[in-house]
């Protein structure tokens, strides 16, 4: 126990995996097993949902963008990089690349990339020390550490403004078009009124959204006639309608039909930077407080006890995403599922960036807090050691966390 106990704590303070298993062979069971698994489930997730398969995807390719942004900063930082791994436990594979050992493990919750010399736990060959993390100059070490976070940004940035510019951003439009076919034996059906026509006045009053046409055949009773203005084909046509009892509350009038002013507009390339960085800020903001809903046991343990737990506040893993990426691209496509992508992207850079090991975040307030206690030429370093029982409380959360989540995208799936 107190070797799991070390190898842990020494995990955590390096931020990944502190063993070298570049002498050793890879594991062909192991290897067929859990690619033969991995490929298993992304093949059943496809045949289910192909937009679910391209949302994980998706989630695959930020995860491996993370990698990168502290893999490239820290080779031009001059620290040393010893290992790039994707996924977290039992090694299915690697090789090796000059210094770096290049790999897969076996459970796809996560990635790392090895630093050498993290804190005052992270042992080091001493040849290596004028390389290693802590070594750096403040600036450098904040650099590498929210490269990762900083490239969760800049990946939702790309896809806002992409999807902006070519797609269009959904959005209300000011112009209200009715969707689907009108209820059957309706006023709007016998008055000819189809899917694809633009509502634009009801007795002369103008509508621009569906708030509107309520208030606008509300107002009125049943039985009463109004005119309906509409647009097809370019063409302006008025129709007088009389208005039935709505079958719900026979006392309130009822036109029957669906209508949206939402829609996808395309944007130009202005527009499309300016409403890419002020989404990137607003669900930025809305991320941190989502943190403190997330994080919070009593909330987990409330969702799972429910009968119905609440669509938003549960928690939820990558399968309980890949539901919703599914349902969303079988309505808007690819553009709905790079947007939710975005989001996500947007969510994990701001959740990585809490001051608590084993986050970056974590990392980032050692550095600062070493910085400020840093005077007249003598550096200051922290003792990490007092830290672990607090990262050790954070990792049982998060374990706490993803089987929750897991459990309820089981039972209670959210598409």
Partial sequence: MSSFYTKFRDEIAAGGATDNQSEQKNNSATTFVTSAVVLGLLAWLGVKNPWSLVFVAGLIVSVFLHEVGHFVTARRSGMKVTQ????????????????????LRALPVGAFVRIVGMNNLDECDPQDEPRTYRQQSYP???LVI?????MHLLIAIVLFVGIYATAGRYGDTGELFIYGAPAADSPAEKIGLREGDQILAVDNQEISSRREL?????????GDTVSVQYLRDGQSQIEQVVLAANPANPQVAFLGVASDSYRYVRQNVFNSVRFGLVDVARTARDSVGGLFVVLNPKNIFSNVVADEPDMMTRPTTVVGASQVGGEIGRSDGLKGVLILLASVNIFVGVFNLVPLLPFDGGHAAIATYERLRSRRGKVYRADVG???????????????????GLYLDITSPLG
Avoid: D, H, W
């Avoid at 929210?146 to 900083?150: H, I, K, Y």
């Avoid at 007092?386 to 929750?404: E, N, Q, R, S």
């Fill in 84 to 103: 790039f791994y994707m996924g977290m436990g039992p090694r299915v594979f690697s090789f090796q690349r000059g210094e770096v050992e290049f790999g």
């Fill in 140 to 142: 450098k070490r904040m």
């Fill in 386 to 404: 007092k830290m672990i029982p607090v990262a050790t409380t954070v990792v049982v959360l998060l374990v706490m966390l993803m089987f929750a």
């Fill in 146 to 150: 929210t490269a990762g976070s900083l």
């Fill in 214 to 222: 309520i208030v606008a055949i509300v107002a009125n009773k049943p």
